[in-house]
């Protein structure tokens, strides 16, 4: 519901904010600017890597879902020849430490039930808690990332004609949402053609048509990350053990940025370098089930293991960048409709991936807390723009 009122939104914004530009080019008509409407897709706004398997000894150590964390063990040891020792190549670990992340899979927990103030090796019960030491029959893993947002821009015209700048022109308004993009209101218009003694005669014929064009643009930007984790295990003394964990970063803030144009009767060509500075909040959200069939004491069934269904929510508030560079082509299929091609790049500072913030703790798993990265993702766009 929240994304569809998001989206709701947006195009409701674009579409005034066209309606409006095309208005005022009707009272106060600009040669640097003109209205237009584009929708398109973006088919690498969301991308998704998935591992799967089926075979009997597959155990979650195969497959590299981030790091896993571990509590100390040998706190309730009483030495380290307690535990029984395997050689595994050159190395040896515990029996059941199939990750060889030092952790057994089945550790001791230790009571004094007697009262006599000592905690003695047979005063031990089992307990499981380092799930990437479980085999399961089949596992699945699956980390996606999306990216979503909006935004208010005005744009200002350099090296244009005076009075070509003014309150009512230069709006831009753009919303992205579950893979489509819209947009609208006034484009830049080039406006100045280069000197053509200054080029070879080759070069000359081909700027004899194109104009070009530099300006700025301000506005406030809303920006949407979303990284998201999923694993389920099947088979195994524990039956479906998953755990979905999911980390949405909310970006708002002022955005700059300068842009060029050129363009000729047929084609068009727009790149525009961005820059956000921005309060960021951080949500994490992640609920899991450990042994949904487990039944205690039932056949090839823990004897003490019970389903433990568990939902955490964390959240962290920063100050953050996004960096953007955003290049598009255009070609002319009507005089007043062309196609779209483009490409965006993006450099996001406190980004928490959400793969490497689940701790693999049993029966509860749990968010494993990390400092905020910095990463890079792109994505191409396609799409129609009708021009008035």
């Not at 019960?125 to 089949?138: C, Q, T």
């Amino acid at each position: 519901m929240r994304c569809c009122t998001l989206a709701a939104v947006g195009v409701v914004i674009v579409a005034a904010i066209v309606i409006g530009g095309a208005l005022a080019r009707a009272e106060v008509p600009s040669p640097a600017f003109r209205s237009f409407f584009q929708i398109g897709a973006t088919p690498g706004y969301c991308s998704t890597d998935e591992v799967s398997g089926n075979t009997a000894s597959l155990s979650l150590s195969t497959i590299e879902v981030g790091a896993a964390y571990s509590l100390s063990n040998d706190v309730f040891a009483d030495s380290q020849s307690d535990w029984d020792m395997v050689a595994v190549g050159n190395d040896t670990r515990f029996a059941d430490d199939l990750n060889g992340n030092g952790s057994p899979g089945v550790v001791r927990l230790y009571d004094d039930p007697d009262g006599d103030g000592l905690i003695a090796y047979h005063e031990a019960s089992f307990i499981l808690y380092d799930v990437g030491n479980v085999f399961f029959n089949r596992i699945e893993a699956t980390e996606t990332f999306k990216v979503s947002g909006g935004e208010l821009m005005k744009q200002h015209v350099l090296f244009g004609d005076a009075g070509a700048n003014s309150l009512l022109t230069g709006w831009r308004g753009e919303a992205l949402m579950d893979g489509v993009a819209v947009s609208g209101g006034d484009e830049v218009v080039g406006n100045w053609r280069s000197p053509a003694e200054a080029h070879s005669t080759g070069v000359r014929r081909a700027l004899e048509t194109t104009k070009f064009a530099a300006y700025t643009t301000f506005g406030l930007r809303y920006a949407k990350l979303e990284s998201d984790f999923s694993f389920v295990g099947t088979g195994s003394i524990l039956g479906t053990t998953w755990v979905a964990t999911q980390v949405d970063h909310d970006l708002i803030g002022p955005q700059v940025g300068i842009g060029a144009v050129a363009e000729s009767d047929i084609w068009r060509f727009e790149s525009v370098l961005l820059t956000t500075l921005g309060y960021q909040r951080i949500d994490y959200r992640q609920q899991s089930v450990f042994g949904e069939e487990v039944i205690p004491g039932a056949l090839n069934r823990p004897a003490t293991a019970r389903t433990t269904d568990t939902f955490t929510a964390y959240g962290e508030e920063h100050v953050a960048w996004l960096n953007e560079i955003r290049l598009m082509a255009s070609c002319r299929l009507t005089p007043y409709l062309r196609i779209d091609g483009g490409w965006r790049g993006a450099l996001a500072t406190q980004f928490h991936n959400a793969t490497l913030a689940t701790a693999w703790i049993a029966p509860d798993f749990g968010v494993y807390p990390r400092d905020g990265e910095t990463l890079f993702y792109d994505y191409w766009t396609l799409g129609l723009t009708y021009e008035f």
